[in-house]
């Protein structure tokens, strides 16, 4: 297990006598619904961040949100930490249980309570994956936008936590922008309504605060979403360079003209190899980089961005370009970047996928820094880029039977997420800190800022008790880490001085 | 003064021993810089809502962060309230003063510090005016979106503090979605930088929680804005109805097919009588309502769009369509709208602008209860609608000379307030809770919410010092107004019954 980013003695402060809370749990949860031997927690000692392992002290499954409210009273009054789960597939570490609590197990609220397509909604349980809800919109022509690469298997719930992105993000928004309204329980059992189908909700942006909270602030019950209605028409097109930086001015001119494709990804060389080795997709493998562009909208419109974007990729030396020209070869060109976490699990025993955002501008210089922190490892690093939102994702090569190869990749990430915060980007664009990013929140944060986070965090949760370790850093940590007094490329607060 | 919104009790309960502070400012503010004398404060004693007025027990006028650090540092030892006010165009009396407080005027941070095209952002002071920015960025092809009808006047930082919006936010978002990154004072003078360029911020969404947070939890110095390419062509279309339901149905229709346009405003038929009587757009003055439909974009994606639109208001049963030919009839089309609230002022010696969101396919409802209501206190109302986010404005017309007028207008407003909260809306859309809408905010919020907000103030300002007495209703305050429960136009959490 590694060592670097695990609770610290401040996050396992809690004294939970556990008898008693199992037998006032078994009054409340149905038969079945509490999970107290070890076989049992066996199945949650992980999420989606598999090389860190956590056994729960116990294990809720609740059908009904008076069963959760009954769980969070109940584990309110014993001082238990309580962990929420929807898919576990948290990148980060965001759903790992806490040695001392309880682990609250939502799988079984996946019911979609409402589609209402004139006012293109979906009302959804947390446990609803997020794939169905588009499934389930479908009849009506109407779409969920948000769709990280887990989409199949992730929950909306943890989408809320983590506040989720995905290919089409650019275009259409993180969740944030996706979600109208939550229902969200306390940690003290109560039910509060944040947001509503309005514009623009009075008082106070709880709505924006929940997205990304982890799990720290409230227990997500319910999910407002926003449906879209399916674009007429689809493009894609695929452009090869020589070189990574003249991808990235493409990159750059093509937002600059005002387009903002649907997705635009690129690959780097080792990508595109391996993606190309597993799915056949007819990729440049002679290309240190592709892009890949999608537009969407009507006829026109579409006709319109291919030409403009098409003359951006020329201007910026394309070695080669391609269009699509039906939905086998659309599908085509995606499936090599849809594929690429798998076919690199093929070249490699071991994979650690980082994210971490950049300025685009400085693509070029990051790719040249991440190879050669690797090599200062003597490891390997793979890039897959959203590229139109400078959200980077580079999967670090290990082998976790050899020893030490686990802690240098680690070694590489965290380097590579300094690296981030130092060209002026963030230590997470879509996958959320976790336990995974918490050393690098220190580096990226400065003191006066982690403690207003803290300060919010109690304004919800007074006791401390909901996914407690996780997502912000306590300042003991901060001090040992070492921080960096970097924030956004700058020292901190030079503009004390300049203003 | 009108009686029913302003400061309690709870709200006034500062005890400040004003010579020590006078002393100690005169410290740290430049000459001229503290107004003592009350001729001097007299010129704060309103905001955009006229009709409240209130003098400030000091005014503060400082020139640099330092300033204004040294200024919080000061009064929250002294414990002396602080309410922060820009342009003072507020029409919910955000920047109203406080009777014990100081009033901190933030006019002279006019500075546009950045406009960088390549990143296409600008970094502005807090004072600077919202059309300021547009017009600094226009030699570059760019411009800000967010356009409050204020925007001549308004300063950015008061944007921030009401998330303002405007026209074209049903496009182009709220001034959240518009801004990057805010630098932010905290009462105790400590320099915090919220949010970033890059795609999402770790951490708890401090930036969103900043916007409409009405000077409550920190003062902004320093923001920084995404500015966007302007659009390659647009159209206006203007469409007649000769009912109200009609023009909702067309507008309904239009956002079904998926086309969000750059805006879309309808207005009433003593709207369009005040507006044509006083700028002579060539208004239909026969219709009940008419629709002004802006679409931006591409030649070819307008071209795509207008024939879509045409046919959602063929279909909608306008008795006519008319398609602007050129840029002077374009200007034509949208000067009655934007002329409506002087228009209106015409005719009536005084107005009160309401600010309430509702679903759209509730308009119809909603007008004739307005009329309806209006009637009962010999008022009447106008109503211009931004039709395509639900956020409308009805002008209550009264005579503030004739004695119980204003109390009428009053009684309409809030009565407006609570029939948009009963149909699913807001009680405000974008011109924030301020003083005037705080006791509606009793009907909107159930105390769970409302105790959650109290909280999130605390954790960033524990002595309540910042803008006391404003958005946030005291338990009291609700208790008094006799709180409805009513949330969404459901009563409280029936879903737990339900789920």
Redesign the interface.
């Known amino acids: 297990m590694p060592a670097h980013a695990l609770f610290r003695e401040e996050d396992i402060r809690f004294d939970v006598d556990v008898d008693p809370v199992i037998a006032a749990l078994e009054k409340i949860l149905p038969d079945e619904g509490l999970v107290v031997h070890e076989a049992g927690r066996r199945a949650y000692e992980c999420d989606g961040l598999a090389a860190y392992k956590q056994l729960p002290l116990l294990v809720a499954i609740p059908e009904?949100?008076?069963q959760i409210q009954g769980v969070l009273k109940c584990c309110h009054e014993a001082g238990v930490p309580v962990v929420t789960r929807g898919s576990g597939t948290s990148l980060s570490g965001g759903s790992l249980p806490h040695p001392q609590g309880l682990l609250l197990a939502l799988g079984k609220f996946n019911k979609i309570i409402e589609i209402d397509a004139?006012?293109?909604i979906a009302r959804v349980?947390p446990g609803v994956r997020n794939l169905a809800i588009t499934e389930a919109a479908a009849p009506h022509g109407l779409y969920y936008a948000p769709d990280p690469s887990s989409q199949i298997a992730c929950s909306i719930g943890g989408n809320v936590g983590e506040?989720a992105?995905g290919v089409h993000?650019l275009k259409y928004g993180?969740t944030?922008?996706n979600v109208l309204?939550v229902?969200v329980l306390?940690m003290e059992g109560?039910?509060?309504?944040?947001g509503?189908?309005?514009?623009?909700?009075?008082?106070?942006?709880?709505?924006?605060?929940m997205?990304?909270?982890e799990g720290m602030?409230g227990v997500v019950?319910?999910v407002t979403l926003k449906l879209?209605?399916n674009?007429?028409t689809k493009q894609v097109l695929m452009a090869s360079f020589n070189d990574v930086e003249q991808g990235g001015h493409a990159v750059?001119a093509i937002?600059?003209?005002?387009i903002i494709p649907a997705g635009l990804e690129m690959m780097d060389g080792a990508a595109i190899q391996a993606a190309e080795d597993f799915v056949k997709a007819g990729y440049d493998t002679a290309a240190a980089a592709i892009l890949i562009c999608e537009l969407d909208?009507?006829?026109?419109?579409v006709?319109?961005?291919q030409k403009a974007v098409e003359a951006c990729l020329r201007d910026h030396g394309a070695s080669r370009i391609q269009v699509a020209q039906d939905d086998n070869e659309r599908a085509r060109f995606w499936a090599g970047r849809k594929a690429a976490f798998p076919a690199v699990g093929r070249i490699s025993p071991d994979y650690y996928c980082m994210d971490g955002?950049?300025?685009r501008?400085q693509l070029a210089y990051v790719l040249k820094r991440i190879s050669e922190i690797s090599a200062t490892h003597n490891l390997e690093t793979v890039n897959v880029f959203?590229a139109g939102?400078?959200?980077l994702h580079p999967l670090i090569l290990f082998d976790g039977n050899q020893p030490g190869q686990l802690e240098a990749a680690e070694a590489v990430g965290s380097a590579i997420l300094q690296l981030c915060v130092e060209v002026?980007?963030?230590?997470?664009?879509?996958h959320?800190?976790g336990l995974e990013?918490i050393n690098e929140?220190c580096v990226?944060?400065?003191t006066?800022?982690i403690n207003?986070?803290h300060?919010?965090?109690?304004?919800?949760d007074e006791r401390g008790l909901l996914n407690p370790g996780k997502?912000?850093p306590t300042l003991n940590r901060c001090a040992e880490f070492g921080r960096l007094h970097v924030?956004?490329g700058e020292l901190p607060?030079p503009?004390?001085e300049r203003?």
């Open positions: 009904t949100v008076e004139e006012r293109r349980q506040n992105g993000c993180l944030v922008n309204a229902k306390t109560e039910l509060t309504t944040i509503s189908e309005a514009l623009d909700s009075p008082g106070l942006d709880l709505l924006a605060l997205h990304g909270s602030l019950v319910e879209l209605p674009p007429l750059a937002i600059a003209r005002g909208g009507s006829d026109a419109e006709a319109d961005q955002t950049i300025p501008k959203h939102d400078g959200n002026g980007g963030t230590v997470t664009g879509e959320g800190v990013k929140m990226q944060f400065a006066a800022e207003q986070f300060a919010i965090k109690a304004a919800f997502a912000i924030h956004n607060h503009e004390l203003l």
